[in-house]
T-cell receptor, first 112, second 112 residues
C-alpha cells in the first residue's frame, strides 16, 4: 500500500513561476523526504524534514510539514526548465525499520 | 560523494532465463534496497538488507530473491524471468535510519 500520495499527479507551469506539490501520508513518521527523478534515471535526494520541524529551506526549495494533518508540501520558487522532472515524497515510518515508503510522484513540466 | 552503481543500464532477457542484477555502493552503508518502478505505481520495494547475509522481504518479493555476501554488494535475482517483470529496477543504499537514500542510475529490464 502507498503511504505517501502526491498531489497533483502532473503539473505544467511556465518558467519563472512557482511550483507546489503536496504529499499526504497515513501513519506516524520520523521524517519525510523529497526526491527528484529525471527521466529514466535514479532518484536524487533533495531535502529531509524531521517530524519536529515545520519548515525547511534549501536554495529555491521550501518544504513544510504538518504532522496534525499528515501532510507536506514542496515549493519550488522561480522554476527553470531544468526543474522538469518527477518529484517523490518518501516517509520514514515510526517503527518502520530502515526502509522508506515512496509515493507515486508528481510529474513537473516547466515550459520556456 | 556516495556512489551507487548498477551493473547494466539496459538489459533484454528471454522468458524463463535466470537474471542477475548487481548493485555496488562505495560508502560502507549498512542498508541496501531493491525497488521496481512502473508507470503510475511509483517505487515498490522488492527486498532490502540491513547487514551482510541479512535480508527482508519488501512489498512485492514474489518471483525475486536476493544475495548479500559482502557489505558493498547487493544482488537481485530473477529465478525465471517473466514478461510481467519488465520494469525499471532501482538499487539504493542508506547509512542508517533517519538518513536519506542514495540511488543508482537504474536498470531497465525487458523480458521478451
Amino acid at each position: 500500500s502507498q503511504q505517501g500520495e502526491e498531489d497533483p499527479q502532473a503539473l505544467s507551469i511556465q518558467e519563472g513561476e512557482n511550483a507546489t506539490m503536496n504529499c499526504s501520508y497515513k501513519t506516524s513518521i520520523n521524517n519525510l523526504q523529497w526526491y527528484r527523478q529525471n527521466s529514466g534515471r535514479g532518484l536524487v535526494h533533495l531535502i529531509l524534514i524531521r517530524s519536529n520541524e515545520r519548515e525547511k529551506h534549501s536554495g529555491r526549495l521550501r518544504v513544510t510539514l504538518d504532522t496534525s494533518k499528515k501532510s507536506s508540501s514542496l515549493l519550488i520558487t522561480a522554476s527553470r526548465a531544468a526543474d522538469t522532472a518527477s518529484y517523490f515524497c518518501a516517509t520514514d515510518l515510526t517503527g518502520g525499520g530502515n526502509k522508506l515508503t515512496f509515493g507515486t510522484g508528481t510529474q513537473l513540466k516547466v515550459e520556456l | 560523494d556516495v556512489k551507487v552503481t548498477q551493473s547494466s543500464r539496459y538489459l533484454v532477457k528471454r522468458t524463463g532465463e535466470k537474471v542477475f542484477l548487481e548493485c555496488v555502493q562505495d560508502m560502507d552503508h549498512e542498508n541496501m534496497f531493491w525497488y521496481r518502478q512502473d508507470p503510475g505505481l511509483g517505487l515498490r520495494l522488492i527486498y532490502f538488507s540491513y547487514d551482510v547475509k541479512m535480508k527482508e522481504k519488501g512489498d512485492i518479493p514474489e518471483g525475486y530473491s536476493v544475495s548479500r555476501e559482502k557489505k558493498e554488494r547487493f544482488s537481485l535475482i530473477l529465478e525465471s524471468a517473466s514478461t510481467n517483470q519488465t520494469s525499471m529496477y532501482l538499487c539504493a543504499s542508506r547509512p542508517g535510519q533517519t538518513y536519506e537514500q542514495y540511488f543508482g542510475p537504474g536498470t531497465r529490464l525487458t523480458v521478451t
